[in-house]
């Protein structure tokens, strides 16, 4: 077996597993969310069942509400995505 130096061992350890550990992917099981629209499309399927609108089908960024194919028009809560996307 080659012998491994110290210094090997590091640089092994930063190149392989610092990335990881940068980017939360290494000990975190959740996804991450890029941009407003998939937080609006994960959230607005379940707000729209929840309301017994159907499916979620669009985001009106003008009056801050989702639109359901039930036509069903929850309001996007202060301090959400209002203005972002």
């Given at each position: 077996m080659l012998p491994i130096s110290k210094m090997q061992l590091?640089?092994?350890a930063v190149v392989?597993?610092?990335p990881a550990l940068q980017s939360g992917g290494f000990l975190s099981?959740?996804?991450v969310h890029l941009d407003c629209m998939?937080?609006?499309v994960e959230c607005g399927e379940?707000?729209?069942l929840l309301r017994g609108g159907g499916k979620f089908k669009d985001y009106n960024p003008r009056f801050c509400t989702l639109?359901?194919?039930g036509n069903i028009w929850p309001k996007?809560?202060?301090?959400g995505l209002q203005g972002q996307c």
């Open positions: 590091v640089v092994f392989l597993i610092l099981g959740t996804a998939d937080l609006l379940t707000e729209c639109e359901c194919s996007v809560p202060n301090g």
